[in-house]
C-alpha cells in the first residue's frame, strides 16, 4: 500500500487535523518535518491546522487542545535503516525506535500526551534522513522528499474533505 493510501485510510473520519513540523533547522535534513509544513502553508482546507514546533513540539499542546484535533500528524526525521527521503507511518507504540533526539521529551511520548488530553489519533510520519550533522544544509534527496511528501498530503486533504 502506498503512503498516500496509508494517509488516506488514517484519515478517514477525520474532522480537524493538526500537522507538526518537527526537527532542527540546524541539523541539515532533522528540518524536513519544519519544511514540509512551509511548503503546505496556506494550500490546505480549513480544517488542517499546521504548526512548525521545531525542536520543542510540546510547547504547543495547549494550541493543539484549542483546536480539538480529530487527528494529529508529526512529521519529523526518522532513522529506520532507508534510503534517505524515504517516508514511513510510524504508530505511536513504534516511535521510540526510530525517532532523532533533538527534542526535549521523545515523541512517543508527546504523542501519548496528545492521545489522553486531546482524545486524537496520533501518527508520526517519518522521513529517512541522510545526515543531521550539526551545521549542515539539508540534502537535495530530502528537499525534494519534502517536496513530493507535501503534494501527496495536499491532494490527500482535499480527498479526504
Known amino acids: 500500500m502506498t503512503l498516500t493510501a496509508q494517509i488516506t485510510g488514517w484519515l478517514k473520519n477525520c474532522k480537524i487535523l493538526v500537522v507538526l513540523g518537527i526537527g532542527n533547522p540546524m541539523r541539515g535534513d532533522d528540518a524536513v518535518g519544519i519544511e514540509i509544513v512551509k511548503l503546505l502553508k496556506g494550500k490546505v482546507p480549513k480544517n488542517v491546522k499546521l504548526l512548525e514546533c521545531q525542536t520543542v513540539p510540546e510547547n504547543f499542546i495547549g494550541e493543539i487542545k484549542r483546536f480539538n484535533p480529530s487527528h494529529v500528524l508529526m512529521i519529523d526525521a526518522a532513522h ?82
Open 80 to 161: 529506520f535503516e532507508a534510503n534517505p527521503g524515504e517516508a514511513r507511518l510510524i504508530p505511536p507504540e513504534k516511535i521510540s525506535g526510530v525517532t532523532i533526539s533533538t527534542h526535549a521529551i521523545p515523541l512517543y511520548v508527546l504523542a501519548g500526551i496528545l492521545q489522553e488530553t486531546v482524545n486524537a489519533k496520533v501518527l508520526l510520519l517519518g522521513v529517512q534522513p541522510k545526515t543531521t550533522e550539526f551545521g549542515a544544509e539539508m540534502t537535495e534527496e530530502l528537499r525534494e522528499a519534502a517536496e513530493n511528501i507535501a503534494k501527496a498530503l495536499m491532494s490527500v486533504f482535499k480527498a479526504v474533505n
